[in-house]
């Protein structure tokens, strides 16, 4: 099984930047996608970002552009740059990977981390 630890959230000013972390550790063979989501108060869990195992982004287009998502397959890690950012940003900004556990298995299983507050003030 696995077992997704998101870090580096915080609070910040509007403007500045801010990066946070997720980290996969468990036993399993292979990490497929891996992406980044936040949930802000009153509104809808969106798609920040999703990379492939391969490295290939997409980013939800209003974020293009000021949030940049990286992975290191050896730390099995995931990273998101967040830059100039805004008020609207502020969420729990969490992790996800598509997982599959056993070399045998035919499908990925879906894991999430528990999610770490970012909050931007104006």
């Known amino acids: 099984q696995a077992h997704l630890v998101e870090s580096g959230g915080g609070l910040v000013q509007a403007g500045q930047s801010l990066s946070v972390t997720c980290t996969v550790s468990?036993?399993?063979?292979?990490?497929?996608?891996m992406a980044w989501y936040r949930h802000a108060p009153e509104r809808e869990r969106e798609l920040v970002a999703s990379?492939?195992?391969?490295?290939?982004?997409n980013y939800a287009h209003s974020l293009e552009g000021r949030f940049t998502i990286s992975r290191d397959n050896a730390k099995n890690t995931i990273s998101l740059q967040m830059n100039n950012l805004k008020p609207e940003d502020t969420a729990v900004y969490y992790c996800?990977?598509?997982?599959?556990?056993?070399?045998?298995?035919?499908?990925?299983?879906?894991?999430w981390g528990q999610g770490t507050h970012v909050t931007v003030s104006s």
């Open positions: 990379i492939t195992s391969g490295g290939s982004a």
């Open positions: 996800n990977a598509e997982i599959i556990v056993n070399r045998w298995d035919t499908h990925n299983l879906i894991y």
């Open positions: 468990g036993t399993f063979f292979k990490i497929n996608d």
